[in-house]
């Protein structure tokens, strides 16, 4: 019996590693129909992360894809972004040419609003890869589409893995608190996909080559994307390679089973400037809030590599 793909909207804030999890959505036509793709301030500021993902369209050969601006600017707080990870691009490592492709006038919020309401109920899955500013303002603008989400698979948070950001907290959550609280605590079910499981996602020599040895565009700026995003995490973690976190979320719509982890309360300190950005994961059942999140903390680091390089082969 053939899959439905599952129709996504991907809200993105790239980063090399975010340009990767584009790149195998849109080679896995037969897993997801990216309904559009919404950029948001988060790594670098948003005039460079939506230039990032129309970049990221045209290497996969899709310039027809709809990208969309959203929000430049968290919904309480100073930007805080992440070039000393990223570069100043965001998309640091090879030269990249500006986009031919067109943005798309409509603002990212009012695109999320509309195709929620147009979709029929429950078939719309969110795919957060950076702050969820853009997820927390729609839902606040417009609280009838939040019952009519079928899902929010995103990358953010950290507990065992603990904070990559402050001691405390991961950065997408940290970048916007608020908009992570109203999100984990809007009822939609969330999967949410840690430090606690990108950390275990490393690159390596081995995987990287194979990338540059398909001998395609795509294969040789995701080796050189990589090349150049793990030098910050080595120095800092003295790992071997660095951790594609945001594809995760991808692949966990495509393999679900190459993942693990547990249903339960997670919850986002939004007060203490301390712990501020902090998921407090009930991951033992400690108290009695309400599970709200699958809350991944491990994969198949071997089937996760194979399948990016499956996909991206394709481009
Ligand atoms: O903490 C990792 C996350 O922050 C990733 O999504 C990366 O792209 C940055 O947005
Ligand atoms: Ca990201």
């Known amino acids: 019996m053939t899959k439905t793909p599952r129709k996504i909207i991907i809200d993105t804030d790239p980063g090399q590693d975010d340009a990767v999890a584009l790149l195998l959505a849109l080679a896995s036509p037969e897993d997801v129909t990216v309904l559009g793709i919404t950029a948001v301030a988060g790594n670098v500021p948003l005039p460079l992360t939506e230039r990032n993902a129309r970049i990221v369209c045209e290497l996969a050969g899709q310039p027809g894809m709809r990208v969309f601006a959203g929000c430049d600017r968290p919904l309480r707080r100073k930007l805080v972004t992440a070039e000393h990870v ?19 006038d409509q603002h990212a919020v009012d695109f999320l609003i509309e195709t929620l309401r147009a979709e029929p109920a429950g078939t719309v899955t969110l795919c957060p890869l950076g702050p969820l500013t853009n ?35 991961e950065f997408n959550i940290y970048v ?95 007060q203490s400037e301390l712990t501020l950005g902090m998921t407090v994961a009930d991951w033992w059942g400690v108290t009695e809030r309400k599970p709200n999140a699958l809350f991944i903390g491990d994969l198949d680091a071997e089937g996760f590599y194979a399948l990016l390089a499956e996909r991206i082969a394709r481009l």
């Open 176 to 270: 916007d608190p608020e908009a992570a609280d109203i999100v984990f605590k809007s009822g939609v079910p969330l999967v949410v996909m840690p430090l606690d499981v990108t950390h275990k996602a490393l690159t390596t020599k081995a995987r990287i080559a194979a990338f540059r040895a398909m001998g395609s565009e795509p294969g040789r700026m995701v080796a050189e994307w990589t090349d150049f995003f793990e030098r910050f995490d080595m120095q800092k973690y003295g790992s071997e390679g660095a951790p594609l976190h945001d594809p995760c979320v991808i692949a966990w719509l495509i393999r679900p089973e190459l993942f693990s982890g547990r249903h339960i309360n997670v919850e986002i300190e939004t």
């Open 135 to 169: 997820i927390a303002t729609a839902f606040q603008r417009a609280p009838d589409i939040i019952p009519r989400v079928q899902e929010i698979v995103l990358m953010g948070g950290a507990y065992f893995e603990v904070g990559n950001i402050t001691p405390a907290a």
């Open 86 to 104: 990223h570069g100043t691009t965001g998309l640091d490592g090879p030269q990249l040419a500006d986009p031919v492709m067109p943005l798309q």
